[in-house]
């Protein structure tokens, strides 16, 4: 089980544990399971069976069997639904999945490696998550830590992407000054290695020199919330931070709730939404 912020890397890890391992001839297998309806995502994980349902033309393998001696990465696992999650715990016990609309069970030879940024504990207290599930899950948990807390690694992470800017685009930028890596290492990155990632590739478009200097990089890094010599606050780009559009929502939701302390109501007029739409939205996120 890997946890840590979104953002991290956590798939990076995972595609290094299966990288180094003896299944690394084997394929590496990805599914989001917050970006897949509760609806699909039993027949995405285990396959089906021609005919099972009115659409089903073909036979199609789930993930379980395409990573058939590889690796699985099941990406926001505490996103899954209570249902996906107790099939889910029967295959990992089992080792054998059941096609929808099939009458065979099929065994399955694979790692499984999940990922959440969610406090499972907290889940499971709350009851959205199974405590069985977490502990077959939970052989040997990795943390990653944010990127603020490791500011030693933004040196070498940064240099891994201007190498492959430089293999893939043709990118004239050779390294970074000490002036501007010390900028680097005092923001709080908030998107973590995602937001450094889409810093990098933003400094390929528009640095020109071969040294990225202090004025290269973006205001949002440079100083949160700094005045420009006009006088006037500079505005910090969202996409800075590198979170897709259901994290940010995520996100807001969360940091209105935590002020009002719980309060609907109150947290529904600082978003400036219905309390039924803030309730829906809750149930979304498992808020």
């Known amino acids: 089980l890997i946890t840590g912020d ?15 391992s003896p299944r690394a001839r084997g394929p590496f297998v990805a599914l989001n399971c917050a970006g897949i309806p509760e609806h699909l995502l039993e027949s995405e994980l285990f396959g089906y069976h021609q ?14 069997q395409q990573a058939e001696g ?15 999650q107790a099939k889910l715990l029967r295959v990992l016990e089992s080792r054998q999945v059941d096609p929808l609309g099939d009458t065979r069970s099929i065994h399955v030879n694979i790692r499984v490696i999940a990922a959440t940024n969610e406090d499972l504990p907290a889940q499971i207290k709350a009851g959205r998550f199974r405590l069985d599930l977490y502990y077959r899950l939970n052989v040997y948990q990795l943390r990653i830590p944010p990127l603020r807390e490791r500011p030693e690694d933004l040196e070498p992470i940064l240099t891994s992407f201007l190498e492959a800017a430089r293999r893939d685009h043709g990118c004239r930028i050779k390294g970074i000054t000490p002036a501007a890596l010390a900028i680097l290492q005092g923001h709080d990155w908030p998107g973590n290695v995602r937001e450094l990632h889409n810093v990098v590739e933003g400094l390929t478009i528009t640095c020109k020199d071969e040294m990225i200097q202090p004025d290269h990089l973006p205001a949002s890094v ?14 910090m780009s969202l996409l800075a931070f590198g979170l897709s559009a259901q994290e940010m929502e995520k996100k807001l939701l969360k940091e209105a709730l935590d002020q009002t302390g719980g309060n609907i109501s109150e947290a529904s007029r600082l978003l400036k939404i219905t309390r039924n739409t803030l309730r829906y939205r809750m149930a979304k996120y498992h808020l």
């Open 70 to 84: 590889g690796t699985l990465f099941l990406d926001e696992i505490g996103e899954m639904s209570p249902s996906a």
């Open 222 to 235: 440079r100083s949160s919330g700094s005045e420009e010599s006009n006088g006037e606050v500079e505005k």
């Open 51 to 64: 005919g099972a349902f009115t659409d089903a033309k073909h036979s199609k393998p789930g993930r379980f």
């Open 6 to 20: 979104s953002g991290t890397g956590k798939e990076l890890f995972a595609h290094g544990i299966h990288a180094s």
